[in-house]
């Protein structure tokens, strides 16, 4: 099992930049890969950005391209979102997720963040 916990969520302005954390326990994540995710009120989950735990290969919705960076940090466990130039169409809850390599089902999730963008 894989415990996510997210961080780093709240309200900002229109502009701003934000960075989400993930912190995971459980087990080691050398065989993941961890993915962020966001839905806004009435909307579907959408996917925004992944990060391939050994080799650090990243990938990234069309629409976040260039706005959000993943990274991730071995020695906390830990993954991040960092997101700039903010809006108010950003605001949504972000999950992390992570799920094992060739597996195409995220199997882990945490509890989410709230990220809310005031214009």
């Known amino acids: 099992q894989v415990q996510l916990v997210e961080s780093g969520g709240g309200l900002v302005q229109t502009g701003d930049s934000l960075r989400l954390s993930c912190a995971a326990s459980?087990?080691?994540?050398?065989?993941?890969?961890m993915g962020w995710f966001r839905q806004a009120p009435g909307k579907e989950r959408k996917f925004i950005a992944a990060?391939?735990?050994?080799?650090?290969?990243?990938y990234y919705a069309d629409f976040v391209k260039g706005q959000c960076t993943i990274s991730r940090d071995y020695a906390k466990n830990t993954v991040y979102l960092q997101m700039n130039s903010l809006k108010p169409e950003d605001t949504a809850i972000y999950y992390c997720?992570?799920?094992?390599?060739?597996?195409?089902?995220?199997?882990?999730w945490g509890q989410g963040t709230q990220v809310t963008v005031s214009s």
């Open positions: 990060i391939r735990w050994n080799g650090g290969r990243t």
């Open positions: 459980g087990r080691t994540l050398s065989s993941y890969v």
């Open positions: 997720a992570g799920r094992r390599v060739g597996i195409e089902t995220y199997e882990y």
